[in-house]
């Protein structure tokens, strides 16, 4: 009796293309590769409405005629680049005579009520983008000093925002780190404090500890003036970190606020790189990496964030390797 053959499937494969090897009907292709990590985005990033707004004030203007803002409107390239392209001018706070147009813009930091001034004596325009949150702090702090508290703003010296804070009251002393309490008045005068809006809050505590520890004597009133955009970044970020072996922070080099999110990962033990483009990210980098978070300053345009996120989807995806 005939043993009827097994049945089998044939499969006809088409010719190979001229120079391709032709495929075999036996070997599976091989499955999708996994992602190599996982990108996980902050719940709070990138720009805060203060910047967004001075932005959208400083395109607007600009499309109305020449305008020179004063200083840097936030400290990152790309938004000062497309400003540029706009034909938005900078000026110095300290060479305004040199600004070209008659309007001239202060930034989302501030100013103080004596440089305003100085800047109209000098015949200028001025258009105030000063963010509603740096205003209130301006008003904790004259509060405090019209109490009769003497002024001391815990924030970087030199920075532009403390510079407003601190120019209409003279003898104020800005605290940056714990040896400059030593800069305090005498022990027993009353100490009104208050905080750059972009000082981590861990930061702020310990400056304050440094003041009290300085000045037992002294009656002190603190006025948390941290924004809450900064705070959202800094608790989402703590929250990133519970989760993430590696960070990338997207911002300025000369941001403040960018800087601190990259310094806080690195104190917690994670490693954490600052970037202002997505080119810079690189694969190698993150190689063994099993979560890679995201976070980005308060100046970091959401374009800049996006492109970012992609790239890291790019090299999770072993689209881009390491150069
Ligand atoms: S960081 Fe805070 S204070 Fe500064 S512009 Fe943004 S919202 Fe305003």
């Known amino acids: 009796m005939n043993t009827p053959l097994p ?42 409405f203060g910047v967004r707004d001075a932005l959208a004030a400083a395109e607007r203007l600009a499309a109305l005629g020449p305008l020179t803002v004063l200083g840097e409107l936030v400290h990152n390239p790309l938004v000062r680049e497309r400003l540029a392209a706009r034909g938005v001018g900078e000026a110095s706070l300290d060479t305004l005579p040199g600004a070209t147009a008659s309007t001239v813009m202060v930034t989302a930091h ?35 000093v019209g109490e009769g508290f003497h002024p001391v703003v815990v924030g970087r010296r030199g920075h532009v ?67 809450q955009p900064t705070k959202d970044r800094q608790r989402a970020l703590r929250a990133l970190l519970q989760e993430c072996d590696a960070v990338v922070v997207i911002g300025g080099r000369g941001s403040h606020n960018t800087r601190q999110l990259a310094a806080a990962a690195e104190a917690a033990g994670v490693r954490a790189w600052h970037v202002e483009r997505p080119e810079e990210v690189d694969a190698a980098w993150l190689v063994g990496a099993r979560a890679v978070g995201v976070t980005a300053g308060t100046s970091t345009l959401p374009e800049t964030v996006d492109a970012v996120v992609a790239r890291l989807h790019a090299i999770a995806a072993g689209k881009e390797d390491a150069r």
């Open 7 to 48: 049945r089998r499937t044939i499969r006809i494969l088409p010719p190979p293309a001229a120079g391709l090897p032709r495929p075999s009907a036996l070997s599976p292709q091989p499955p999708p590769l996994a992602p190599r990590f996982r990108v996980v985005v902050a719940s709070h990033l990138g720009m805060c």
């Open 161 to 227: 925002e403390v510079r407003g804070l601190t120019g209409d009251h003279p003898g104020a002393v800005v605290v940056e780190e714990e040896a400059d309490a030593t800069l305090l008045p005498p022990d027993g005068t009353p100490l009104g404090v208050v905080s750059q809006t972009t000082q981590p809050a861990e930061r702020v505590a310990r400056l304050l500890e440094a003041i009290r520890l300085a000045r037992p004597g002294s009656p002190l009133r603190f006025v948390d003036t941290v924004c």
């Open 110 to 144: 501030g100013a103080s009520r004596r440089d305003l001034a100085a800047w109209r004596d000098a015949g200028r325009q001025i258009e105030d983008g000063t963010c509603p949150l740096v205003r209130l702090a301006h008003g904790k702090l004259a509060r405090l």
